[in-house]
Structure formats: structure tokens, C-alpha cells
């Protein structure tokens, strides 16, 4: 069998559109978010979720999107959108009161996680989280050659990704326990992005978590 490296193990990190794409990721997202919300998308890609969660449920979307061919795509997806980068905060939609602020894959990209995360809760009463699992076996087995690898998913070096702060599950659970974040669901996948049943060692055999958080 054709050993992979890490970063080929990895989610692909690029934000909503690629990170709900598995079946059992999507539906649990699905589950999450009630008909009718107000829901804010953080780094929303070409706006495709958000636009099916509106034909599907009735909600109410906004994206957030700092690529401009990204926001293009939005704009013909018929989804409202917002060039702006996250590490500049979200104090532009205080007092908006969302339901719920998605940020798929890309916690791990902003300068500032901790920040982010209690900002996003003053603006929005939940938010879905997804965070690609550094401590995952295949992992932790591929960075066994000294060095960080590369691979066609994800071609850039280390000094070159935009993935600045990756983590595991244990380090965001307990980012959330140190700063009053209240974890009120969470769902573990493997690598093909199908829910694993083994969640007392998470840690170790999933390759991603899925996190619905709220304030304490």
C-alpha cells in the first residue's frame, strides 16, 4: 500500500464548500442548523452551502470571503457576501443577532484562534467548527521523517501554508474549557469524512472534529 504523507491525510483546507462535501460531515452540520436561522459564514467559498441550506430550510445567509474569484462565484450563487478578512474581527455584524456562524476548515489559518472564537459568540449565539485533527495516527506516523510534508492537495511548504495554528482535538477542547466555550456537540470523522464510532480515542483515530460551540 502507497504510504501517504501528513498533509495528504488532511481535510482539505479551504473553507466551507470543500469541507462540507462529505456525506456524513454535511448532514451533520445539516442537523445543527434549525429552518429559518440566521446563519454567517465564515470563509463561505463559492457560496454553495449557503445557498442549498437557503432552498432547503429557509434560512438566512451571509458570507465572508477574502478571495475574490470565491466571492465572484457567491454573487452568481445569488448569496450574499462580504470581501473581509477574519482576522480583522467581525465587529461588523454586531448587533445583527445570527443563530449560528459557521467557520469550516479555517480556524487554523487566522493569527488570533482564541480571539476569533470568543468574538464569532458575541455576534452569533452558537457556531459549527471544523478542525482537521493533527494528532491522527496516519499523522502522527507520516511526520516520522523529520520533516513537515507536502503533497499535490496541499503543495505549499511550511514556510508557505496558510495553515498557521493546526492543532489537535485534545488542544481545541481544551482551548474551549480554558476560555468559558461551552462544547454542546461534537462529531468525529475519519479520513474519507464518514463518522467514526470510536470517539473515547478521537484523538487518535479521527481525522477530523466537528464541533457545534456556545458561551458558558
Not at 495528504?8 to 460531515?25: A, K, N, T, W
Request: charge should be positive; include cysteine; charged fraction near 30%.
Amino acid at each position: 500500500f502507497k504510504q501517504k504523507t501528513a498533509y495528504e491525510i488532511m481535510p482539505s483546507l479551504v473553507g466551507s464548500e470543500m469541507c462540507i462535501r462529505d456525506r456524513d460531515r454535511r448532514y451533520q452540520i445539516d442537523k445543527w442548523i434549525p429552518s429559518g436561522s440566521k446563519i454567517l459564514d465564515l470563509g463561505c467559498g463559492d457560496g454553495s452551502f449557503l445557498k442549498d441550506l437557503s432552498e432547503k430550510k429557509e434560512i438566512t445567509g451571509f458570507g465572508v470571503e477574502n478571495d475574490f474569484e470565491k466571492i465572484n462565484l457567491c454573487i452568481k450563487n445569488g448569496v450574499s457576501v462580504l470581501h473581509h478578512d477574519i482576522d480583522d474581527g467581525v465587529k461588523e455584524f454586531s448587533g445583527m443577532d445570527f443563530d449560528i456562524t459557521i467557520m469550516a476548515s479555517s480556524i487554523q489559518c487566522v493569527r488570533n484562534p482564541k480571539r476569533v472564537l470568543k468574538d464569532i459568540l458575541k455576534v452569533s449565539k452558537r457556531c459549527i467548527i471544523t478542525i482537521p485533527n493533527f494528532g491522527y495516527w496516519k499523522i502522527r506516523f507520516g511526520l516520522f521523517n523529520g520533516r513537515m510534508p507536502i503533497s499535490k492537495r496541499l503543495p505549499n511548504k511550511w514556510y508557505e501554508t496558510k495553515n498557521i495554528h493546526l492543532c489537535t482535538i485534545k488542544d481545541f477542547e481544551e482551548l474551549c474549557l480554558n476560555n468559558e466555550l461551552k462544547i454542546i456537540e461534537k462529531h468525529f470523522l475519519n479520513e474519507d469524512g464518514e463518522s467514526i464510532k470510536n470517539t473515547f480515542l478521537a484523538n487518535l483515530f479521527a481525522a477530523e472534529g466537528v464541533y457545534l460551540v456556545g458561551s458558558r
